[in-house]
Nanobody, 122 residues
Framework: QVQLVESGGGLVQPGGSLRLSCAAS????????MGWYRQAPGKERELVAR????????NYADSVKGRFTISRDNAKNTVYLQMNSLKPEDTAVYFC???????????????WGQGTQVTVSS
């Protein structure tokens, strides 16, 4: 019904930057919160950043505040994560998340992308 497709991951040196994108497609009536989570090997999945439907409010994990910026383009059903000053501890699989109504009458349901690997290493 709804697909989230991430792009933009890769290998970057410490101090470098990457920009992740996530495009939602399929049976979409409206999209609420969109966000990014990450999961490092042997660790729980954690929230990185989240943005409200209109884009007016965001929240970030303490570990990324001041370095990462989340934004969205509602005309394209896309959320972005600009990651600057990357550190080795940012290495993880990054997952896109969105809450989506597929019809006017349906509830918001939670959807996940397949994940994109971000590796920060020299």
């Amino acid at each position: 019904q709804v697909q989230l497709v991430e792009s933009g991951g890769g290998l970057v040196q410490p101090g470098g930057s990457l920009r992740l994108s996530c495009a939602a497609s399929g049976s979409i009536f409206s999209i609420g919160f969109m966000g990014w989570y990450r999961q490092a090997p042997g660790k729980e999945r954690e929230l990185v950043a989240r943005i409200t439907s209109g884009g007016s409010s965001t929240n970030y994990a303490d570990s990324v505040k001041g370095r990462f910026t989340i934004s969205r383009d509602n005309a394209k059903n896309t959320v972005y994560l600009q990651m600057n000053s990357l550190k080795p501890e940012d290495t993880a699989v990054y997952f896109c998340n969105a809450v989506v109504k597929t019809t006017m009458a349906s509830p918001y349901n939670n959807y996940w992308g397949q994940g994109t690997q971000v590796t920060v290493s020299s």
